[in-house]
């Protein structure tokens, strides 16, 4: 069963605050983004990275905790593009919006390789190759968790082909890589019998849209 649990401690009463409320998986990015610009004063909570693997419960997850918070941030940023969801997330924003009387917004676009790598750099490596596994830091660390047993492939591998039987590429979409990631990211691509590209995106766009809805009151002065 895959777990929703909100990594962080208890939010507290933060009337006039901003609430950022993420994937998990994007962890290290907002946290070093958080400390960059000195967001002291931001909440910042994560949901469990395993839902990348059941997006469908993404929308539900995301609901339950800005309602259990109930009407103490004025501006809350939901972490997740659309991610798979079908659009289903953007019809609960819409929804908390409405009862919350918050200013709630997302990361604009499909998935985190779109706003990582850019709308256009996107774009033509989906053209030059449809089947293509994409990675970032967080999934290159936790690739055998979240994917071959996430998925149950340690104990099933007959349903490799069922789930990657179209794949023909792997992009390593970097934001931070350490000295080992690119050979690590190819170990995975020669592993998988895919061809391998690497691709430094740094934060991309999730540096731009961070930035966009954190007040300057609430910056440490």
């Known amino acids: 069963m895959i777990s929703t649990e909100v990594n962080g401690p208890p939010v507290t009463d933060q009337r006039d605050g901003t609430l950022i409320l993420a994937c998990g998986a994007l962890a290290r990015e907002i946290g070093a983004l958080k400390k960059a610009n000195a967001w002291t004063k931001v909440k910042v909570r994560y949901l469990a990275p395993e839902l990348h693997n059941r997006p469908e419960r993404i929308p539900g997850a995301v609901a339950d905790f800005v309602k259990s918070v109930g009407g103490r941030f004025e501006r809350i940023f939901i972490g997740y593009a659309d991610c798979g969801t079908g659009g289903r997330l953007d019809t609960v924003i819409e929804a ?22 850019g709308e256009k750099i996107f774009a033509a490596l989906a ?21 071959i047993r996430g998925l149950g492939l340690d104990r099933h591998p007959e349903l490799m082909d069922s789930y990657f039987g179209h794949y023909r590429r792997l992009v390593y979409l970097a934001q931070k890589p350490g000295p080992t990631d690119d050979a690590a990211a190819a170990a ?34």
């Open 127 to 147: 053209e030059a190759e449809l089947g293509t596994f994409y990675l970032t830091d967080f999934l290159l660390k936790h690739f055998d968790r979240l994917v």
């Open 96 to 117: 908390l919006r409405r009862d919350s009387g918050a200013v709630v917004e997302r990361i604009p676009g499909v998935h985190c390789y779109e706003f990582y790598a």
């Open 188 to 221: 995975i691509a020669a592993r998988m019998g895919w061809s391998y590209e690497f691709q430094l995106t740094g934060y991309g766009g999730l540096a731009h849209s961070l930035a966009g809805v954190i007040p300057v009151a609430l910056t440490e002065q």
